[in-house]
Each structure stands twice: as structure tokens, then as C-alpha cells.
């Protein structure tokens, strides 16, 4: 995290190697084996917003969203389908180090109102199991309205079938 007159040049390039190539090259290494199915990308509403001291993370960010639209462009016919998804603020590792960066608003954010890791774990779990096929390609925020809803109830369907 740093502002743009301090950004280094090789912390940029982590942040993209990590969030753009290193799905791109996995991308990349599986697709002969697919015979359709899903991928699911783990973006971020900054890949949507530019946020104060993120320009790597965003810039990475936005382009996994539009990695994973191409995936959806191109797999669409061979029955592979991408999503991206962003889980919101995540009580993990790195939101201790935003909230110790204090270098945007999001470091204001107390750490009992960020959600549990579990919860973006089940939402990818369920954007896995083909019951949200009509999001792929799309933009998937987990505080999207009704979104929690429709999953809660397309597992709990799921399961007594």
C-alpha cells in the first residue's frame, strides 16, 4: 500500500503477478483439460473503485474482473464458465495491515463489523455447484441484494434433492 508518488515499482508488479498472472498461468495450464465447468476469481470492489494508496491492488484487481470476463467470452462455448467475485471486507491478515496503514478510509473500518472468512468461502462454494450459472461473466458482490438469500435457499433446495 502506497500512494502514487511512493509507489515502488516492484511492489506493483508482485501485486499484478500475484492477482492477474498467477490466475492467468493457471488459467492457461488447465484449460485443455477442461470439459467445461467453473472458475471462480476473487476480485474486490476495488476492482471497481479506485481507493487512496491502492493503485496496485486496484489496477490488479480490475484487471482479474476483466481476465475473468474473457474467460467467460471464450469458454462460453466450450461449457467454462468464469465468475468474479468480490466478498466484501473479509476479516483476514491483510485488513489488519490496511486498518495499520491508516492510509484510506477503509482503515476506519472496525474489525467486528468485517465478515468472517466462511462467508466468501460458501459463496464461492456455491457459485461451484451450478446453481448460479446465470452470473457468469458478471460482477458477483456478495453484498448484492438478495444475492445471500437466493444462495441460502438454492443450497437449502440443493440439499433435499
Known sequence: MARLAA?????????????VSGPAALTT?????????RIV?????A??????????YCASKAALLMLTKSIALEGEA???LGFAL?????????????RDARINAVSDI???????PERAAQMIAWLATGLADDLAGDYVDVRQPGLQ????ADLSNNAKD
Open 47 to 56: 476492482a471497481n473503485h479506485a481507493m487512496s494508496g491502492w493503485a496496485a
Open 29 to 37: 495450464a488447465l484449460w485443455p483439460h477442461f470439459s467445461g465447468g
Open 86 to 98: 468480490a466478498p466484501g471486507l473479509v476479516d483476514t491478515s491483510m485488513q489488519a495491515a490496511i
Open 7 to 19: 509507489l515502488d515499482a516492484k511492489a506493483f508488479d508482485a501485486a499484478l503477478t500475484i492477482n
Open 149 to 152: 438469500e437466493r444462495m441460502a
Open 41 to 45: 476469481n476473487i476480485v474486490s470492489g
Open 110 to 116: 472496525p474489525r467486528e463489523n468485517l465478515d468472517p
Open 78 to 80: 466450450s461449457g467454462i
